[in-house]
Antibody
């Protein structure tokens, strides 16, 4: 069973760069048709999809966030990462990594985020 | 840009009640819709995919339906463990957009 675990700093200062890592166990980031995904949830707010990377290294970001986020894969460590430049208080959130996958069954085609990591609270504060 | 809206934003109901949550997409997304349940302090859990298909292990009191760009999640016989916020999300194409959620608690 695939398990994802986020790691990184819980506190960063405004204008700094945030780097988070998601370690994948029970599966490989280079196998299968999976989209290694980052999402976030601001305190008391809803969920926001940030973007994903594919095993080929291709990436796709939410257009309104593109330019500040970089998602990359490190196959040697079976990890993928999220880098966010010039953080502000608005970036305070629980950051989740997840595996996005395409599935075909009797219901037809579906795409789901499953599993998710447990989430990591990142606070941006002086 | 796709917008996902949900109503109501919150509701209170009694154990055993049937509750209906609605999600509306601003454009056609076929039946490419997911429903998630997020209990307080927990990770979102997939409930339903393809608008109406129950994910493995999800109790049968949960059901989903679709009509055009309107989607419904029904809980038939609310249980205490169903206290949570429920989110819908498209997957017809990226970027994937979540609705703002409906918070369900007990009366």
């Amino acid at each position: 069973q695939v398990h994802l675990q986020e790691s990184g700093p819980g506190l960063v200062k405004p204008s700094q760069t945030l780097s988070l890592t998601c370690t994948v166990s029970g599966g490989s980031v280079t196998s299968g048709n999976y989209y290694w995904t980052w999402l976030r949830q601001s305190p008391g707010e809803g969920l926001e999809w940030i973007g994903h990377t594919y095993r080929s290294g291709s990436t796709y970001y939410k257009p309104s966030l593109a330019g500040r986020f970089v998602i990359s894969v490190d196959a040697t460590k079976n990890q993928f990462s999220l880098t966010l430049r010039s953080v502000t208080a608005a970036d305070t959130a629980v950051y989740y990594c997840a595996r996005g996958g395409e599935y075909y069954d009797s219901s037809g085609y579906s795409f789901r985020f499953d599993p998710w990591g447990q989430g990591l609270l990142v606070t941006v504060s002086p | 840009d796709l917008q996902m809206t949900q109503s109501p934003s919150s509701l209170s109901a009694s154990v055993g009640d049937t509750v209906t949550l609605t999600c509306r997409a601003s454009r056609a997304i076929s039946d490419y819709l997911l429903w998630y349940q997020q209990r307080p302090g927990k990770v979102p859990q997939l409930l339903i995919y393809t608008a109406s298909t129950l994910h493995s292990g999800v109790p049968s009191r949960f059901s989903g339906s679709a009509s055009g760009t309107d989607f419904t999640l029904t809980i038939s016989g609310l249980q205490p463990e169903d206290v949570a916020t429920y989110y819908c999300q498209n997957y017809d194409s990226a970027p994937y957009i979540f609705g703002p959620g409906t918070k369900v608690d007990l009366k």
